[in-house]
């Protein structure tokens, strides 16, 4: 079999990019009000599992993905209000607590899948791919832009909405000087530990809906340990973004080219390096991009720091 | 103690610089450190046992019949009783080894591919110069494995003190490729002649450590690990190199202003860590599997967090930590088999420790610090 010329392919790689990219915008955009406000949640792992497995089990059991989507914020909403509980409230130490909330989310998950859905006919339905009519079928846009699911396409409001939310209300001023100066902000009456709060929750919940986009979008099932390191990829995706709403949809998308070449290149008939070598693209490319960005100068002041008013 | 730097008298004050400043706590009564040493950790595990005991209730099992089939699993007879040390040999190889770093407050999250490239290496050297004699052979095999996984933890290091390059991040991103990269070790160019299973052939009679109370596995493993940990505790609280490890993790700003090469006690740390990992995997490699496939760790590098963690970073608590986490992953094999309650339940225990620790540390620093 021939290959196929590379402009013949871009398009489907490029639609493959947009869609591995998802997951990450989501997450990345959740951590990154979580870490504007001077939280740092390395946790994602383990609430993108518990959202990835809430997701599926809902829609298993109602057949309905609004619920499923519904089920998976709840969850989000509940992780990051335990989570601010522990890093806010009681000021443990955010990476502990992180660590902690990667094992609760690799265990329970484990636990309740093997528990309840072994051995069961566990394939969900999934979210709906958008067909309008004219559009899908133009040449190259239609299939990047017009043949994707609505999760993914929802990613195009989320950043904006995002941008907005921290830049141009009173919300974000907030979120924005409590991780920069939280005492100063504490003073001028922005309730620190309120604002961490919120930005945690808004985190957790974006991270468990990256969850229900691997599960009930991305694919039909659950697979214990189905976010394979994208958890740990948002964080490093946020710091390559520059803590900016957009910086981020871009890193994401450079990490989803990763990921989409690894998966192209893996189906190639005549291939001569190991699939293996493939396999690791993403990681290594993580790392890579944390070396080239340099330093901390763009971090929030008051990251990973408790406020002792 | 710290050198206190010499070369500009701007910053003479230094020599002012108590440990206890450079530490930020006073040492503390004997009985308070035991009070909060022993109960703190005890009343974290009965947390978790409570916590996960509702979640087994919630899932439809019986949490009594779960723990005491897993208490019978653990330390039901003498021959259970090797096999929870057996498990809790890597554990405290790796716990004690994670001390170091994290008193350095540098999170290493690493230990697991830190332990596979040990494995790797002391596997070659096991399998490939199988023909040296014992005294030799094993020395060296466990060597490979120690430099292996200090070698590994030091790139993250490196990334960290050269570029800024967050360690968590990194670590766990080397851990994905030290995995990736040993399956594809033992599927191709390391695979066994015969049978063909994704496994290395045994590594040779000589590198194989003393069993000293057959007929059970027990090895002599387990008390070289023993003897590590006592040798980092000494390291870590008896030496001037200890001592400047600890205060980089209490604030590198200090240290730094006494004298103390912060990137310097950053990479020693990982290389302590990293080193500690590897160790446990030459000793699994050749005390237990005498093998390496892809599963040679079911998460052991996870699990030493919790062990240091829950010994709050002392390597002579990370003995009785990694014995009870031994016990834990033990114990949870045969509550699977006989309660039918999946194992990776631990996991979730561990978690829970882990946030019990976590927490209880708080109160424990608000009483003992200044």
């Known amino acids: 079999?021939?290959?196929?010329?590379?402009?013949?392919?871009?398009?489907?790689?490029?639609?493959?990019?947009?869609?591995?990219?998802?997951?990450?915008?989501?997450a990345s955009i959740g951590e990154l009000f979580t870490e504007r406000t001077g939280v740092l949640n390395i946790g994602l792992e383990g609430i993108m599992l518990f959202g990835a497995f809430t997701a599926f089990a809902a829609v298993l059991f109602t057949d309905n993905l609004i619920i499923g989507?519904?089920?998976?914020?709840?969850?989000?909403?509940?992780?990051?209000?335990?989570?601010?509980?522990?890093?806010?409230?009681?000021?443990?130490?955010?990476?502990?607590?992180?660590?902690?909330?990667?094992?609760?989310?690799?265990?329970?998950?484990?636990?309740?899948f093997r528990a309840l859905f072994v051995g069961t006919d566990n394939a969900v339905r999934t979210v709906p791919v958008l067909n309008i009519p004219v559009l899908s079928d133009l040449p190259i846009i239609g299939e990047i832009v017009f043949r994707q699911n609505l999760m993914v396409l929802a990613t195009l409001i989320l950043v904006p909405v995002a941008s907005f939310l921290l830049y141009k209300v009173a919300f974000?001023?907030?979120?924005?000087?409590v991780g920069e100066h939280p005492k100063a902000a504490d003073t001028v009456g922005i309730g620190v530990a309120r604002t961490r709060y919120?930005?945690?929750?808004?985190?957790?919940?974006?991270?468990?809906?990256?969850?229900?986009y691997l599960t009930i979008a991305h694919t039909n099932q659950f697979v214990e340990g189905i976010t394979s390191g994208r958890g740990f990829i948002a964080l490093a995706v946020v710091v390559f973004g520059r803590w900016r709403p957009k910086g981020v949809f871009w890193a994401s998308i450079l990490f989803g080219v990763f990921f989409a070449?690894?998966?192209?290149?893996?189906?190639?008939?005549?291939?001569?390096?190991?699939?293996?070598?493939l396999q690791m693209l993403p990681y290594v490319a993580t790392i890579v991009a944390l070396l080239s960005v340099r330093g901390k100068t763009h971090a929030p002041s008051a990251l990973a720091v408790p406020y002792e008013p | 103690m710290a050198e206190p730097s010499t070369s500009s008298s701007e910053t003479a004050v230094t020599s002012t610089t108590s440990a206890e400043e450079l530490l930020g706590h006073k040492e503390t009564s004997r009985l308070s450190k035991f009070l909060w040493g022993v109960v703190g950790p005890i009343a974290a595990i009965l947390v978790a046992f409570l916590v996960s005991g509702i979640i087994l209730l919630m899932a439809g099992y019986n949490p009594v019949f779960a723990y005491i089939t897993l208490l019978e699993g653990a330390f039901g007879d003498m021959r259970v009783i090797t096999e929870v040390l057996l498990q809790a040999t890597p554990l405290i190889l790796i716990g004690a080894g994670l001390c170091v770093v994290f008193r350095a407050n540098i999170w290493n999250i690493g230990a697991e591919g830190q332990f596979y490239i040990g494995a790797v290496l002391s596997a070659v050297v096991g399998i490939y110069l199988g023909d040296l004699p014992a005294i030799i052979l094993i020395p060296l095999l466990l060597l490979a494995g120690?430099?292996?996984?200090?070698?590994?933890?030091?790139?993250?290091?490196?990334?960290?003190?050269?570029?800024?390059?967050?360690?968590?991040?990194?670590?766990?991103?080397?851990?994905?490729?030290?995995?990736?990269?040993?399956?594809?070790?033992?599927?191709?160019?390391?695979?066994?002649?015969?049978?063909?299973?994704?496994?290395?052939?045994?590594?040779?009679?000589?590198?194989?450590?003393?069993?000293?109370?057959?007929?059970?596995?027990?090895?002599?493993?387990?008390?070289?690990a023993i003897l590590v940990a006592i040798l980092l505790w000494v390291f870590l609280f008896k030496s001037s190199m200890g001592f400047a490890i600890r205060a980089v993790g209490h604030s590198p700003e200090a240290a730094s202003y006494a004298g103390i090469d912060v990137g310097r006690n950053v990479l020693l740390a990982m290389a302590i860590s990293g080193g500690a990992a590897g160790l446990a995997a030459a000793v699994q490699v050749s005390g237990l599997t005498f093998r390496l496939y892809q599963q040679i760790s079911p998460g052991y590098g996870f699990t030493g967090i919790a062990v240091a963690l829950l010994a709050y970073n002392n390597p002579l608590g990370a003995i009785f930590s990694g014995i009870l986490f031994g016990a834990l992953r033990s114990g949870a094999e045969v509550m699977q088999i006989s309660a039918g309650i999946p194992s990776v339940m631990v996991v979730a225990i561990q978690g829970l420790v882990i946030l019990s620790v976590a927490t209880f540390s708080v109160y424990r620093m608000k009483y003992t610090s200044r």
Do not use: C
């Open chain 1, 198 to 212: 919120a930005g945690v929750i808004i985190g957790a919940t974006l991270t468990a809906v990256a969850g229900a």
């Open chain 1, 261 to 277: 070449l690894q998966l192209r290149l893996q189906a190639m008939p005549d291939l001569i390096i190991p699939y293996q070598a």
């Open chain 2, 146 to 224: 120690m430099l292996g996984g200090a070698l590994w933890a030091m790139l993250a290091g490196w990334f960290k003190v050269r570029f800024g390059a967050s360690e968590i991040v990194t670590t766990i991103m080397l851990n994905y490729i030290a995995i990736i990269s040993t399956g594809y070790l033992v599927t191709g160019p390391m695979i066994e002649e015969v049978g063909k299973f994704p496994q290395t052939a045994q590594v040779a009679e000589a590198a194989r450590l003393f069993r000293f109370l057959p007929p059970t596995r027990l090895h002599i493993g387990f008390i070289i």
């Open chain 1, 172 to 177: 974000g001023l907030s979120v924005r000087s």
């Open chain 1, 69 to 112: 989507i519904a089920a998976a914020i709840l969850v989000g909403i509940l992780l990051g209000l335990l989570f601010a509980l522990f890093t806010v409230t009681i000021k443990a130490n955010q990476i502990v607590v992180g660590v902690a909330f990667n094992l609760l989310g690799l265990g329970m998950t484990g636990f309740l």
């Open chain 1, 1 to 26: 079999m021939e290959s196929l010329p590379f402009f013949v392919m871009l398009p489907a790689i490029l639609a493959a990019t947009w869609r591995m990219a998802t997951p990450l915008i989501y």
